[in-house]
């Protein structure tokens, strides 16, 4: 059997910038004022009055190639079932190294001392559920999935629709897929 590799569609043609899914992703995860793993984003392209505008949740891409890994010097960072990237808290002297080495943004210093980021909420996959962010989102924007499964929902939008990742040019392999 193929190895899992979780995977996001994120729907830019469907969000409406809405912070549902930042909401909910706060609550699920009990996360501390000023602590986010995901947040929305809006972006202009063109030259006027040729303008379009791109809103998108973003959040950690789970690289394939994870510099935030790489960085850590207690491996601390590691890669998770279905490629996922995990902070071993108890390893984590909070030295900030990963923060540094992420592209992204994606993770931050909890007031408690360790790296935190987006886990595509494992703790809710293991029980065969979605993540808080996918569940919540009025518009249906994200969809998330085993991408190493051609017949899933992810894996099939990825396949038959334009797309992009944020920053390529990085070499991390994000597994985060903007659909346009
Ligand atoms: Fe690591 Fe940043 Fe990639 Fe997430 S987005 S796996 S924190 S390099
Ligand atoms: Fe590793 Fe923690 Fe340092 Fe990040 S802050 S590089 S997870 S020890
Ligand atoms: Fe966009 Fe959905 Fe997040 Fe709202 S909940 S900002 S529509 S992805």
């Known amino acids: 059997m193929t190895a899992k590799r979780f995977a996001m569609a994120v729907d830019t043609r469907r969000c409406v910038g809405c912070n ?11 996360l501390p004022t000023g602590g986010f793993r995901d947040w929305v984003v809006q972006e202009v392209r063109g030259k006027f009055p040729d303008l379009s505008m791109e809103i998108r949740s973003e959040r950690c891409n789970q690289c394939g190639a994870p510099s935030c890994v790489d960085a ?56 065969g559920r979605q993540p808080a962010c996918v569940e919540t989102c009025p518009t249906r924007s994200l969809t998330f999935g085993d991408l190493a499964d051609p017949d899933s929902a992810v894996a099939q939008l990825v396949a038959r629709r334009r797309h992009h990742v944020v920053r390529e040019e990085q070499g991390t392999r994000p597994n985060v897929f903007f659909l346009t």
Do not use: M, Q
């Not at 549902?20 to 009990?30: L, M, P, Q």
């Not at 909070?94 to 909890?110: I, T, V």
């Open 20 to 30: 549902a899914c930042v909401i909910s992703c706060k609550t699920e995860n009990a």
């Open 72 to 127: 850590c010097p207690t491996g601390a960072s590691h890669v998770a079932e279905g490629g996922v990237v995990g902070v071993t808290r108890s390893k984590c002297t909070g030295c900030k190294a990963c923060l540094a080495a992420c592209p992204y943004g994606a993770r931050w210093l909890h007031p408690e001392g360790f790296a935190d980021k987006c886990t595509f909420c494992s703790h809710r996959v293991a029980r």
